[in-house]
């Protein structure tokens, strides 16, 4: 039996819930093998308010990592938290000379919890660096704000626009997650194909306990696509896993519930509407 071969270009979150972690368990839970190149180690300070520490790896250490992985033949990939603009570059130039055509850009700014983007410059190396690269980008409502230069996202017809600016920056395909803060009465994702958008909705989870959604959503669009599936069903069918997940998201401590990232293979999974707008 050969199975796909995923790699998660992304941060290692201690905690477990989000990063190559929520990567890794969600490669496995769709059967393909995953590998990984470790960018970054986030901490949490139980002390201080589970303040989160990031450690970057350094440069020579990633670059082995990356020749490692990508002379075994990867399928499919996606980059996580990359907290340098040095970082990006290596990872972006990394990606372009593979010539692996399934990458996903999950273009990570902040971590759980926190509004505020951590690395600032690193925008406009993402936009440089990353999205030429990509097959699929899927930034969340703060993300797409800044790689759009957009701003604040509110409304489907926000991300609409912000989505058509993002096409532009290189990206074939955008998925921006609409989350809480969208004034919408579903959970709402939107995808655009540089031509069409589609609204994929289903009913909210009044949950807390969704830490790791974000990087397991791509994670599930990386591994489908390694399977060859269609763009479109990737993100249908990533939906479908990451809404199932966020439904039976658990408590680990005080500070944080984690997805459960087998669930869409014990419960039922949910409804999820395609509209196209």
Do not use: R
């Not at 450690?55 to 082995?64: E, G, S």
């Not at 660096?129 to 969340?140: E, H, M, Q």
């Not at 991300?159 to 532009?168: G, S």
Request: negative net charge.
């Amino acid at each position: 039996m050969t199975l796909k071969k995923t790699l998660t270009i992304a941060g290692s979150d201690t905690s477990g819930g989000a990063g190559i972690q929520a990567d890794l368990k969600t490669f496995q839970e769709h059967g393909t093998y995953g590998m990984n190149a470790l960018t970054v180690i986030v901490t949490m300070d139980p002390e201080n308010g589970w303040s989160h520490g990031i450690h970057p790896i350094a440069l020579d250490t990633l670059d082995a990592q990356l020749k490692t992985a990508f002379s075994t033949g990867v399928d499919a990939l996606k980059t996580g938290m990359l907290p340098t603009v040095d970082i990006i570059e290596m990872a972006g130039k990394a990606i372009a000379d593979s010539g692996i055509k399934d990458v996903v850009i999950d273009p990570v700014m902040a971590c759980k919890g926190e509004n505020e983007v951590l690395f600032p410059e690193n925008v406009d190396a993402m936009i440089k660096y990353l999205l030429p690269n990509a097959k699929v980008v899927t930034p969340n409502l703060v993300e797409a704000g800044n790689l759009s230069g957009m701003g604040v996202l509110k409304t489907v017809e926000d991300m609409q626009a912000a989505a058509e600016k993002i096409h532009a920056h290189g990206a074939e395909f955008v998925v921006i997650k609409g989350g809480k803060q969208l004034q919408h009465e579903k959970a709402a994702d939107l995808l655009f194909d540089g031509k069409t958008h589609y609204l994929l909705t289903s009913e909210k989870t009044d949950t807390t306990y969704n830490h790791g959604a974000g990087c397991t959503f791509a994670a599930a669009i990386t591994a489908n696509l390694a399977n060859g599936q269609s763009v479109k069903d990737a993100v249908l069918n990533a939906k479908f896993f990451v809404a199932t997940a966020i439904q039976h998201g658990w408590k680990l401590n005080e500070y944080v519930g984690p997805v459960m990232h087998g669930a869409a293979s014990k419960f039922t999974k949910p409804e999820v509407i395609v509209t196209e707008l």
